[in-house]
């Protein structure tokens, strides 16, 4: 893996000499100058990275003694250069450090320097002349390597420090500062990169590797035990580290050994001899045989190998290099269009690089790229180049933020194709077009103008896109209105309701459109309209007979968002079972209403199902949502494409729900992006605690010092998993619960459809649930005569990723294998064990109709034995069998996703500004759910706006930039430039005076 950090002190940064412990060497490994700005330097060659100008070049200052970065002095706290560490996956390690192989770390060694030669690539510069921004790619990096063996709890962990130094060298010969914002966007890119280049120089030492899953690999002959029992040890020194010395009476001999070896700066050779028979003894107790490939079974596998690849080569016509290249770039497109309906090139090439890394080259898989965006597999975006000092801007947010490039950034508009660019300076400028390409050339070449990420969609999606959209326009004034206006003025006579939702309610009963949508913000009384138009349905069909009344029926995203619809006289299920139930489609027909509530989350995919669907049965649909909270985690939002495509729509703004008005007006802001004046309004409720788990302890005590009945009316939001599983055990241990017990639950795996397909993607210890049954060679399935029955749980016990084929083991112990691909509707999950008591609060995390609660339910535990947990609930409770993994989850903290929805009197949130979950419509969401009272726990208050103001990157396939968009965007900017050179002669020539004759011809 690849991971950075900014290096801010020069002389901070001699620790990496002092913990260079190179196993095999007694001085350890002094670094190496690595980069083609190291040759302008002269320090290529023999030179080794001394202290002095490792420091001296860190604060900017050349051996020949001239300064970069004038402006800053010796010592301050400026970003001095990153820190690039790229470790080994764990199975090397051992290998090499463990059984002493050396060749490996050569090849790690070589496997660093290739990367970072990708890496350099991405090496620039800015510069300003004539207060104009320019940007100029360099290709030079003055880098420092220090090749680290160790973890810091003594495991063996090679890794290498790669120091990029904040400077670079200019065409011209002056060296300046690094603008590094493109390298830090290919950091994923550079890693995948390392690790598939890693894999290469392995198996050319004869070396077998085995996949796992989300593109990596391990060396095959050591298994994930032995890894496992390794980070063990890590994780256990770890911990007696961080109380630094008050459990060392706890500690083994070993673990005391461990500890003093860490804290001690040099190590000597017995320390070294010492160190090697520790880890052998843990690779013997842990089962691991590091000399299994050696000799005549490493040979005997790469013959095997290569006949294999010859057999494929003879059949197919291509290489097996190729074939894995195009399976890999294949994958990446599927995995990638699941979540997004744009992605770059280095997303499809971070992806493919680790999914092909046992099986061929980086050069192959770059082939296969540049071949499906020729041969109709993706659709390329149009070149498009922004200027430098767009390209400028955005570098200081990533400055600011190295995350920023996760999320939207203000530069989309600012990118132009160089025939629009072309264009809008004859239009800014008044130059003829020979002038114009001139200039446009020129700007090129100096770096004025910058070349953008190439992007993809898919014909799929954007297919796709287009239907749902035309299916809309044509269903406008197909259908009739269920009831005259003056039918729903008698309804709404003496009712509640206000404007707005009086409006809503009028326009579904009215209007005459197929397909109608209720854009209406959080907390503006969504459920109370949509009852009041059910009311207005149900009034109508019973002055009809049967045959012509109307039927409602009621759709969600989730189970637990159906009972609200339920509740509301519909009838209800969520919408992928109703679209999976195809002998239920026939029911619809020109008297059925269909409402989807949350249409916000519901994917492009689904909603454009859906829409087909009701279209050809001559049905209607009402969309109901907010285009503002989150957005569908799988690709596309038709919700909001609908809206701006001119769907007939009601709007309710009026929120209903915060009793406090503070909160209600920060609600406000949030909803129209105001979110710096929403954290302005909620700023005296919000606690700074720096450090996470201070912090998640703060919010705990916050939760369980309240009244039990006000415990159950607050809600905690946590941005991520991690955090929810921290906070709600500190709730527990807080909350003193009694009587408990350990209980195996499972915890959800997120997979996209295309992993799902894939053998690769499971690891063993995995459980996968089919949710429905599929029969075995009967069926033509190749389940190898087993039939997978629907709930049950099989865990996973090996791959095959030749066949793609997974083997599984049943509850009984019966294993068998199974093509994923044939057999796509599953789930998969993870085993934990938690401690579960009577008072406990649970979350379901999966429905289950035998017991009738369905996921997102919360419960609170009323016994524990040792065959059920019971939950309160009916007049017996609900009995759970946990005498297999159960699908519940502490309830205390919740995340984002399975908070949207909920309202309750008050809400405590983790606020983290360094989490990508951290950004607008996260914000949005958590602050409009409470009624009286909030919370915000924030880590840096001062950032809390900012790390809340960032846009999620959520793009329709309909969003790249293909001709028609790029005229639109186009002529936005020519008639803002027209605006404001129009402004700007007015403001020169008042309108006393009388204008030039050009400001006339502007006009006209």
């Known amino acids: 893996m690849l991971s950075f950090k900014f290096v801010t002190s020069a002389s901070g940064a001699a620790h990496y000499f002092e913990t260079s412990d190179d196993y095999y060497g007694s001085e350890g490994h002094r670094g190496e100058w690595v980069g083609q700005g190291v040759i302008d330097l002269g320090l290529g060659g023999t030179h080794a990275v001394d202290r002095e100008t490792f420091q001296n070049l860190l604060d900017g200052e050349l051996p020949n003694g001239q300064r970069i970065r004038l402006s800053q002095t010796k010592g301050s706290k400026d970003r001095k250069g990153i820190d690039f560490t790229f470790s080994a996956p764990k199975s090397v390690s051992i290998q090499a450090l463990v059984q002493g192989d050396e060749r490996i770390i050569a090849a790690h060694d070589a496997a660093v320097k290739k990367s970072l ?51 670079t060298r200019r065409a011209d010969g002056e060296w300046r500062a690094l603008s590094n914002e493109d390298m830090l966007k ?43 029992h390794f980070s063990q040890r890590s994780r256990e020194i770890e911990q007696l580290l961080a109380a630094r010395g008050q459990d060392r009476e ?9 500890i003093t070896l860490a804290t001690r700066r040099k190590k000597t050779e017995s320390d070294r001899a010492w160190l090697r028979q520790h880890w052998l003894q843990t690779a013997r107790e842990a089962g691991v045989d590091l000399g299994a490939q050696d000799g005549f079974a490493r040979r005997a596998s790469r013959a095997v190998s290569r006949a294999g690849d010859t057999a494929v080569e003879k059949l197919t016509g291509r290489s097996a290099a190729r074939k894995a290249a195009d399976e890999a770039i294949d994958f990446a497109i599927a995995h990638l269009a699941e979540r997004q309906g744009i992605f770059s090139r280095g997303e499809l090439l971070e992806v493919a690089y680790g999914r092909a890394a046992t099986r061929t080259t ?24 922004q200027t430098a000092r767009s390209l400028n801007i955005s570098a200081g947010e990533l400055a600011k933020d190295p995350r920023a490039s996760r999320f939207k950034g203000h530069d989309e508009f600012e990118k132009l194709t160089r025939v629009s660019w072309i264009a809008l300076t004859m239009s800014a400028r008044g130059q003829t077009q020979a002038q114009a390409e001139a200039s446009v050339d020129a700007a090129i070449r100096r770096g004025a103008l910058i070349s953008a990420e190439a992007r993809f969609a898919t014909p799929e999606a954007k297919r796709s896109e287009i239907r749902l959209l035309a299916i809309e326009k044509a269903g406008r004034g197909r259908v009739p209105a269920v009831v005259s206006l003056e039918a729903v003025s008698t309804l709404l006579a003496s009712s509640d309701l206000n404007a707005g939702q009086r409006e809503a309610v009028a326009m579904v009963l009215t209007a005459r459109d197929r397909f109608v949508g209720i854009q209406g913000l959080a907390g503006t009384g969504k459920s109370h309209t949509l009852s009041k138009a059910v009311q207005g349905i149900k009034a109508q069909t019973a002055k009809l007979s049967g045959r012509h009344g109307f039927r409602v029926i009621g759709l969600a995203p989730y189970a637990s968002q159906n009972q609200a619809l339920a509740s509301l006289g519909m009838e209800s299920q969520t919408l992928a079972s109703f679209l999976a139930r195809t002998s239920q489609h026939h029911l619809l027909d020109r008297q059925t209403i269909v409402f989807l509530d949350e249409a916000g989350v519901v994917p492009a995919h689904q909603l454009e ?8 049965q001559d049905a209607r649909l009402v969309l109901t949502g907010d285009r503002q909270q989150t957005h569908a985690v799988e690709a596309g939002k038709p919700f909001e494409q609908l809206q701006d495509a001119g769907m007939t729509k009601a709007f309710l703004t009026e929120i209903k729900r915060q009793n406090n008005e503070t909160i209600r007006a920060a609600v406000v802001h949030a909803a129209n992006n105001e979110v710096p004046a929403a954290v302005a309004v909620l700023r005296n409720t919000v606690v700074e605690v720096k450090q996470d788990a201070r912090r998640h302890a703060r919010i705990a005590e916050a939760y369980f010092q309240l009244p039990e009945n006000e415990r159950s009316e607050t809600l905690i939001v946590a941005g991520t998993n991690d955090a929810r599983r921290a906070i709600n055990a500190l709730v527990r241990e807080g909350l003193a619960l009694s009587n408990g017990d350990k209980v195996e639950i499972l915890t959800n795996v997120d997979m996209t459809r295309a992993e799902l397909r894939s053998a690769q993607s ?37 791959h095959d990723i030749r066949s793609n084929e997974l083997t599984v083991e049943r509850e009984g112990g019966r294993r068998f294998s199974f093509d994923p691909s044939r057999q796509s509707m599953l789930r998969v999950y993870e085993r934990e064990s938690v401690d579960l008591a009577p008072g406990d609060w649970v979350r379901v995390s999966a429905n289950d109709k035998a017991l009738g609660i369905c996921n997102g339910e919360r419960y609170q535990v009323a016994a524990v034995d040792a065959t059920h947990v019971t939950l309160k609930g009916g007049d017996a409770g609900i009995r759970v069998d946990r005498r297999r993994p159960v699908h519940l989850q502490h309830g205390y903290a919740s995340t984002i996703h399975s908070a949207q929805g909920l309202t309750k009197n008050r809400v405590l949130v983790d606020a983290n500004t360094k989490s990508l979950t951290s950004n607008r419509a996260v914000f949005y969401v958590a602050i409009s759910r409470p009624r009286n009272d909030i919370t915000l726990f924030t880590d840096d208050a001062s950032k809390l706006a900012a790390a809340m103001s960032r846009e999620p990157k959520k793009f329709a396939a309909l969003e790249l930039r293909d001709q028609r968009n790029e005229a639109m965007v186009l002529k936005t900017k020519v008639d803002r430039a027209a605006r404001s050179k129009l402004a700007a002669q007015v403001r020169i020539h008042p309108p006393t005076a009388r204008p030039p004759t050009e400001a006339l011809r502007v006009q006209r």
């Open 609 to 616: 199902k859906l829409m087909a669907l009701i279209e050809k």
């Open 117 to 167: 030669e990708l890496l350099q690539e991405f090496a620039a510069t800015r510069k300003k002349q004539a207060g104009l921004s320019f940007r100029e790619r360099t290709g030079k990096l003055v880098t420092a390597t220090f090749r680290h063996e160790l973890s810091r709890a003594q495991d063996p962990q090679l890794h290498t420090h790669a120091i990029v130094m904040n400077l």
């Open 186 to 228: 290919n950091v994923k890119v550079v890693g995948a990169f390392y690790r598939a280049t890693l894999a290469a120089e392995l198996k050319a030492l004869g070396y077998d590797l085995r996949e796992t899953r989300k593109g990596g690999w391990e060396l095959a002959h050591i298994p994930d035990t032995a890894i496992r």
């Open 362 to 385: 980086t050069s192959a898989v770059e082939a296969a790229l540049d071949k499906a965006a020729t041969d109709g597999r993706l659709l390329p975006e149009l070149p498009l180049y």
């Open 250 to 258: 706890n500690a083994t001999t070993a673990q005391k050994q461990l």
């Open 762 to 798: 499971y690891e063993a210890g995995q459980v996968v649930v089919p949710q429905r049954a599929y029969g075995g060679n009967g069926n033509g399935n190749g389940n190898g005569g087993e039939t997978l029955m629907k709930g049950e749980q099989l865990q996973v016990v090996s």
